[in-house]
């Protein structure tokens, strides 16, 4: 068996691992197809960015963890690349896949709708919805020996609490003289975060590859961050200026409606509280939070408590969604015009383009505007440059063109996403057969020095490495 990387290993984008377990007859499973974004696309043009430079000749599965861009944004290069074989994800991430593979291709390839079309057909045959905790056989290819290490493959996805449908996965190969399981972590989710649950650390793990976004990092509490979230509102409006909030479509967005509404349903007789315009400028955004709407069995158990209580954490009041380019365009406009405040959600989450970028380009030059973070920023990206520059009164650069940074800038880590130091710790500490080896991949190279070292104490006669090309 051994694992090969083709992305995530030089930071914290372009997923995608090759599970390769017979070799005698390669049989090998890709896990995640993802894009490069930020400083892992310098000095690489566009083409070779997004092509497939590895064989898929003898590739007998995709398995995605979760639908970010940068777990599957290559997956229309790898169709094109000819890869016609099952593509596996949970029942939820199967819903949402299509969605965000249209808009990829759309902001990043193609208005053609025939050619999006084609694309989208390719890939609802070969999409494969799978529950979470159910067990499936695997395709293997078999040679004509019968000494083969490994003849039998079973899959299974368990919740990573990273966003809706996200995944940890579970896979078991076994031979006549072999058994041996592989858990790949995908993105975890942070412990505590609004909506979904936890992850919970496997049983068993032989060989864990995991990432480690915030291997040096630890959150604030959620009590800490909802307080200074407010606090941070609070004081960002008085000038009646616009508070900008970079977040990604799916997963950020959800989580900050569903703070949002809880702010404001416990601050009943704060006019501020009861008037502010929450705008979510995306259309994404929107079909992402009907898909939460529709997906809320797999909640947790404090939001299904809302639900019974007849509030509607992703459906409230003051909340405003954007559809057209037109409409974006006015509203950008009329918040220039007038002296009043308001809550702007917009991708993309590091501000790599996507409708921030025009709020960014008109806002940031105003002292009276409030840009909070509230995910990671990749190196190389405009989130990291607006959040390093930033407080020192520099500038950045967006579409080519310098824009002085008045605004004040905010960070709150504690909305991450992505599991902390602590509890990367965590799902390994409290499983109860340890891996005998890990291998430590999406993140920069300080996180990832510091998760192998705090992984090296607590297991001293494991093999802990870091992830290489």
């Known amino acids: 068996m051994q694992i090969i ?14 599970l390769d377990i017979n070799p005698q007859l390669p049989s090998s499973y890709l896990i995640d197809c993802g894009l490069f974004q930020g400083a892992e696309t310098a000095g690489k043009n566009s083409a070779s960015q997004l092509q497939i430079d590895f064989s898929i000749d003898n590739i007998n599965a995709l398995i995605v963890t979760h639908c970010h861009i940068d777990h599957v944004g290559r997956i229309p290069y790898l169709l094109a690349a000819g890869f016609n074989q099952p593509i596996y994800a949970t029942t939820a991430t199967a819903a949402l896949l299509p969605l965000v593979i249209e808009d990829a291709l759309k902001v990043g390839v193609t208005r053609d709708q025939k050619l999006i079309q084609a694309c989208l057909n390719q890939l609802n045959k070969l999409i494969v919805a799978i529950d979470y905790h159910q067990w499936i056989a695997l395709p293997v290819n078999l040679s004509s020996s019968k000494a083969q290490p490994v003849n039998q493959v079973k899959l299974k ?3 990573a609490g990273h966003i809706l449908g996200s995944a940890y996965v579970e896979l078991d190969l076994k031979g006549p003289n072999y058994k041996h399981r592989v858990v790949f972590s995908g993105d975890l989710g942070a412990t505590y975060a609004p909506l979904l649950a936890s992850p919970k650390s496997p049983y068993r793990a032989d060989t864990l590859v995991i990432e480690s976004t915030y291997g ?42 569903y703070e949002f509404e809880h702010i404001i349903y416990r601050n009943k007789h704060n006019p501020m509280w009861q008037h502010i315009d929450i705008i979510v400028d995306s259309p994404m955004a929107a079909n992402f939070t009907q898909q939460y709407r529709a997906f809320k069995a797999l909640w947790d158990k404090e939001a299904k408590q809302k639900l019974k209580q007849g509030r509607h954490p992703l ?10 380019h037109q409409d974006h365009l006015a509203v950008i406009n009329y918040l220039d015009s007038v002296n009043k405040p308001a809550i702007i959600i917009a991708a993309s989450g590091m501000c790599t383009g996507g409708r921030i970028s025009n709020y960014l380009s008109r806002f940031l030059p105003k002292a009276t505007t409030d840009v909070l973070f509230v ?10 440059d607006i959040q390093q520059y930033g407080p020192q009164g520099g500038y950045v650069y967006i579409d080519e063109q310098r ?21 990367l710790i965590n799902f390994v500490k409290r499983m109860h057969h340890k891996p005998k080896h890990i291998r430590i991949v999406h993140g920069d190279a300080e996180a990832k020095q510091a998760l192998a070292s705090a992984y090296q104490a607590l297991l001293p006669t494991a093999e802990i490495e870091i992830g290489k090309t």
Do not use: M
């Not at 990092?217 to 970079?246: F, M, T, W, Y």
């Not at 459906?315 to 057209?324: A, G, H, P, R, V």
């Not at 995910?375 to 990291?384: D, E, I, S, V």
């Not at 824009?403 to 909305?415: F, N």
């Open 5 to 18: 990387h083709h992305g995530a290993v030089n930071g914290v984008t372009g997923s995608c691992h090759q």
């Open 157 to 159: 996805f368990k919740p």
């Open 216 to 257: 040096d990092k630890n959150h604030q509490g959620r009590k800490d961050r909802s307080k200074q979230l407010k606090e941070i509102i609070e004081k960002a409006v008085k000038d009646n200026g616009v508070v900008l909030i970079p977040a990604f479509s799916i997963g950020r967005t959800q989580e900050l409606l």
């Open 315 to 324: 459906d409230f009041e003051q909340l405003t969604t954007i559809d057209s």
């Open 375 to 384: 995910g990671y920023q990749a190196k190389g990206t405009t989130g990291r």
């Open 403 to 423: 824009i002085d940074i008045k605004a004040v800038i905010h960070t709150i880590s504690g909305y991450s996403a992505h599991a902390d130091q602590h509890n």
